[in-house]
């Protein structure tokens, strides 16, 4: 749902790791020992290929997904880790059973199967008939235009931005909430991947049931009815869904490396997927690379500066459903106040820089740790981003005023096209690639955890605000219910 680091190093400038003073050329000493490491040694290929094959999907609620969370504690377990912990919380489950869609010009009954497939959090039972109204990108601009003609209709949608380039997208949940604020019956949303892939994933921005059917066809189907529209128009919809809902538990899996000092430094991805395939890429390489972190530093006996935790969250598909309560429960116990950083692995691939998420105050850290990185990795090109983002799991962390980085490099469009889809397996994961982003991110998280001073605190309450402003996500937020301010 679905989406990097710099770090230049200065004369003079120190960093604290086991207990010594750290110049530029020790930087790239501790960098060229995890290099090493994980280059001869990552299980993160091998134990990703091995659950995708004896586990399948990950989906939160499912068998599945609980074989998965017992497999992530005992390879935590394996790694010598000690203090690993399971994290459970409950979660209304939506799972997928039948769906069809059928469309027929308004004059006719000559109905046409459209091959697709619910969008989660769908109602449990719907059965319904509806002229559809296209309505473009599905921006709020989209849907003010058509006001007049959304109202009781099936509207159209694409779930990529088609046509424009100077548009911020919506994601496909707050696609969904326009449709209901503007009075719509039912959604169809049409993938942006070129051919017949459908694509899941949640059309709700809370994680409870919506009050109306989401469904996706493929770009194929997208192409044929908006040409059926033109040339038959109108036509009507029926959708027809049967889905499964019901209280669960799940756990998020914890491991704990103790640092000399009470603060912490979070490193996370989620370990749930959907189950039209095996989320091998969403999100198995950022998971199964968190994992091989946490492995590298147990290798290397690393004893930081301050407490790391390794989060393997469940739930995020579902609406960040395991890394909300991670963030709750810091709230409660008073723990957020400690948390110096957090770094999010969601689909991380052959890292080429670093994000800093909006804080321009860690500019300059993240490209002297870059550099040093440069150093040791040639073919890292120590790029730089700052922008925020929404919509996995830093994001809870983020309204709480911790500081997030993330690693920003590729994956090809072959495997981008099978984002949340039914070819989304362990065929797409690029074994040095996926293990570029364990080294890449090692190293990064190192500098993090044993910098002496890092250069950004948690904001206040009023400076969160004020940060997500000015970073253009208050719509989003809005949208979304996740807005806690007055508008």
């Known amino acids: 749902m679905k989406k990097v680091v710099q770090i230049f190093l200065f004369s003079g400038f120190i960093v604290l790791f086991a207990g010594f003073r750290v110049s530029d050329k020790n930087w790239e000493k501790q960098f060229s020992k995890i290099d090493n490491e994980v280059r001869k040694n ?265 407490t790391i935790q390794f989060v393997l969250f469940m739930g995020e598909e579902q609406g960040l459903l395991g890394s909300k309560h991670f963030v709750n429960e810091l709230k409660k116990s008073g723990e957020i106040d400690k948390v110096s950083y957090m770094m999010n692995l969601d689909m991380t691939n052959d890292p080429k820089g670093v994000n800093a998420f909006g804080r321009t105050e860690m500019n300059e850290f993240f490209t002297t740790v870059g550099n040093a990185i440069h150093q040791v990795d040639q073919s890292y090109k120590n790029e730089a981003a700052n922008r925020a983002g929404l919509h996995s799991d830093h994001q809870p962390f983020m309204l709480e005023g911790v500081p997030i980085a993330g690693l920003s490099g590729h994956l090809d469009p072959e495997v981008l096209q099978c984002y949340h889809a039914d070819c989304d397996d362990f065929s797409l994961v690029n074994k040095e690639q996926f293990e570029n982003t364990v080294r890449i991110a090692s190293m990064y998280l190192y500098a993090l955890s044993n910098t002496d001073k890092l250069a950004v605190k948690k904001l206040s309450d009023q400076k969160t605000r004020d940060f997500l402003i000015s970073q253009g996500l208050k719509e989003e937020l809005v949208i979304g219910q996740e807005w806690r301010w007055e508008q």
């Open 42 to 306: 990552s299980k993160a290929y091998a134990t990703l290929g091995e659950a995708t094959k004896s586990i399948g999907h990950r989906l939160t609620g499912s068998v599945n997904g609980e074989h998965a969370e017992d497999y992530a504690f005992k390879l935590l377990k394996s790694y010598g880790f000690k203090d690993v912990v399971f994290q459970p919380f409950e979660v209304e489950a939506w799972m997928r059973d039948t769906v069809t869609l059928a469309v027929a010009p308004g004059s006719s009954d000559n109905f046409r199967e459209v091959p697709v497939v619910s969008l989660a959090h769908s109602p449990v039972e719907s059965d319904l008939q509806g002229e559809i109204v296209d309505v473009g990108n599905g921006l709020e601009e989209d849907f003010e235009a058509a006001k007049d003609m959304v109202k009781g209709k099936v509207v159209l949608a694409n779930i990529n931005l088609v046509g424009v380039t100077d548009k911020k997208n919506l994601h496909r949940s707050e696609k969904t909430a326009l449709a209901i604020k503007y009075g719509a019956t039912g959604v169809i949303m049409v993938n942006g991947a070129p051919g017949k892939i459908l694509l899941t994933g949640t059309a709700s921005v809370t994680g409870a049931i919506i009050s109306i059917p989401a469904v996706c066809i493929s770009n194929e189907s997208g192409s044929e009815l908006r040409k059926w529209l033109k040339e038959e128009g109108p036509l009507e919809a029926h959708i027809n869904m049967h889905n499964i809902s019901k209280p669960i538990k799940a756990r998020n899996v914890i491991a704990t490396l103790k640092g000399k000092s009470n603060e912490k430094v979070i490193i996370g991805g989620h370990l749930d997927s959907w189950d039209l395939a095996t989320g091998a890429i969403d999100n198995g390489i950022g998971s199964f690379a968190v994992l091989d972190i946490a492995r590298t530093f147990k290798a290397l006996k690393v004893k930081p500066e301050r």
